[in-house]
């Protein structure tokens, strides 16, 4: 344990979200929008204000899936360029996913969208584990990470490859599940004896799972380790940790969600 965080038996953890994923690949845009009713949308959206790139961001987005982080910063320094013509610094993105299946549907996406390489812009996908970087200390100026982080085996491991991968002054930013911190709301549970994030996780993602793309257990699994992360502090305690400075998060939705940042040095 770390930070009174429970690690579920490793192997367990990595088959089950290996599956998890090697299913859902194809619906998983789908069940995005289903599940939020459209809102990761907005979290990412958000996240992305957050992350402000600039015209020569080299970025490494881990756990990149079908490109919904990348895209939008694409999007983000299109938009920079197109302001900026004579600005001649190239920016780049790496996706990178454990899960190839998960790239390819991303890939695909890319190409329709038109979000390949250019000379203002460098794509790139790569398959492997976000424990083990197949890249060279101090080689990005940003690394994200969406709604991965819960899923890996070991979370300080994964920490630490991102310490190693970014430059001094390089931001580390994740996007998570998080817990409920909001007091009103918290209050208002309490009052009337109930939970209904718990009722709306637990009862409606496993039967939605079900109906969509015909799996209960994995999204039971998947609400299962929202519950399991760590709280917000403590999350924000392990990425100090790592050697991260100026560690701080912003709660989405009460909590649903949290953006935790921080700075290699
Ligand atoms: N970031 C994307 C988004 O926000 O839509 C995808 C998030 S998806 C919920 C989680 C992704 O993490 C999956 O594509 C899965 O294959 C990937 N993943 C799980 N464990 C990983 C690991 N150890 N290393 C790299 N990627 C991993």
């Not at 990470?145 to 190693?164: M, S």
Request: proline share 3%; aromatic share 14%; hydrophobic share 40%.
């Amino acid at each position: 344990t770390h930070f009174g965080f429970e690690t579920v038996k490793a192997s367990e953890k990595a088959d089950k979200v290996h599956k998890v994923f090697e299913n859902v690949a194809e619906s998983y845009d789908l069940m995005n929008d289903a599940m939020s009713a459209g809102i990761h949308r907005v979290w990412k959206d958000v996240f992305l204000e957050r992350f402000y790139p600039t015209q020569g961001t080299k970025l490494l987005d881990v756990a990149g899936g079908t490109g919904d982080i990348a895209f939008r910063y694409i999007n983000y320094i299109k938009k920079l360029v197109k302001a900026n013509p004579d600005n001649n610094v190239q920016s780049s993105v790496t996706i990178y996913d454990i899960n190839q299946h998960m790239l390819n549907v991303g890939m695909k996406r890319a190409e329709r969208l038109g979000f390949q390489s250019n000379e203002a812009l460098d794509v790139d996908w790569v398959c492997g584990d976000a424990e083990k970087l197949p890249f060279d200390d101090n080689q990005f100026t940003a690394y994200t990470i969406a709604f991965g982080i819960r899923n890996v085996t070991n979370i300080d491991n994964v920490l630490r490859e991102a310490y190693r991968v970014l430059q001094p002054g390089g931001r580390f930013m994740c996007l998570e599940f998080s817990h409920i911190e909001d007091s009103n709301l918290l209050q208002w549970q309490a009052f009337h004896h109930k939970n209904i994030y718990d009722q709306y996780s637990f009862q409606v993602i496993p039967p939605m799972g079900q109906i969509l793309a015909s799996q209960w257990e994995p999204y039971q699994y998947l609400v299962e380790s929202i519950r399991r992360f760590p709280k917000q502090q403590d999350f924000k305690k392990m990425i100090r940790a790592a050697g991260f400075r100026a560690v701080d998060y912003e709660n989405l939705t009460f909590g649903v969600c949290a953006i935790h940042s921080g700075y290699k040095v």
